[in-house]
């Protein structure tokens, strides 16, 4: 007993510092135990938040009880420990060992110093090294087709109807229809009523560029239901084709 004794007072200032770490742990999960509980929704979840909250308190308890119990063993306990005297064994001096020889009138004789002799390595003749030119692969480009110019500033596009959209009677085309040279554009339907030729709508071509306006207006009224084709053509001051769209509508009788 008195050694369990003496080692908790050799080590006071190791469960002291236990106690304090202890106890600040402990009124951390504390903290968040209860947190927990009052963030809770579940029944499940409160009942793990007040598991955590017990297991907190047990150990603040445990680490507020260490330095007491320390102390009180230091302050009474302590004192009443008997005395430990080690006796330390004395140095016996040998009389049978004869002490070592004293040379007071020798003279050192001088030593020899070897000198090393290392061998001299003969030159080297320098072996002359032709580096063969480095070879570069040769790569083949492979060949570019030329693309044909394609026309710059076209716009042309249908807005209403929409593509695959179904019309009936009078319709409005409507959508932008331009060309930096512009010269003109017509207006074409292909379908079950022009015997799947192209054919203008309007009956002639338009010479004024459309930017989101209408392009032409068309009455379908009698025609074969079925799927047009529409399209613009627009022709440049060469009067070369420089472009074109087309959407594709379904013509009903209702």
């Known amino acids: ?13 190791r469960f002291y510092l236990a106690s304090l ?5 402990a009124l951390i999960l504390l903290m968040r135990a209860r947190r927990k509980q009052k963030a809770a929704l579940f029944g499940l979840e409160l009942e793990l938040a007040h598991d ?25 306990l302590g004192p009443t420990l008997p005395a430990q005297n080690v006796d330390r064994p004395t140095a016996t001096p040998n009389v049978f060992i004869t002490p070592p020889p004293t040379f007071s009138n020798i003279t050192p004789s001088p030593t020899a110093t070897l000198t090393p002799t290392l061998p001299i390595p003969s030159p080297t003749q320098p072996v002359a090294v032709t580096l063969a030119p480095a070879t570069t ?18 716009v042309c596009v249908f807005t209403n109807p ?30 079950p ?14 010479r004024d560029p459309v930017m989101d306006g209408v392009l032409g207006v068309a009455n379908f009224g009698g025609w074969m239901p079925g799927e047009y084709m529409i399209r613009i053509v627009l022709v ?3 009067s070369n084709e420089a472009g074109g769209c087309q959407i594709v509508i379904r013509l ?3």
């Open 162 to 191: 929409a593509d695959r959209g179904t019309v009936t009677g009078e319709v409005s085309f409507v959508g932008s229809a331009w060309l930096s040279d512009f010269g003109f554009y017509r207006l074409e339907v292909l379908g």
């Open 137 to 154: 692969p040769e790569t083949t480009e492979p060949a570019v087709t030329p693309i044909a110019p394609q026309p710059t500033d076209v």
């Open 21 to 25: 770490i202890g106890g600040a742990v």
């Open 52 to 76: 955590q909250s017990k297991r907190a308190i047990r150990l603040l308890l445990v680490a507020a009880l260490i330095a007491p119990v320390v102390l009180l063993i230091n302050l009474v």
């Open 252 to 254: 009903t009788d209702q």
């Open 1 to 13: 007993m008195s050694q369990v004794i003496q080692f908790v007072i050799d080590n006071a200032a």
């Open 193 to 206: 009523q022009t015997g799947e030729v192209w054919a203008s709508i309007i009956g002639d071509v338009v």
């Open 236 to 238: 440049d001051v060469t």
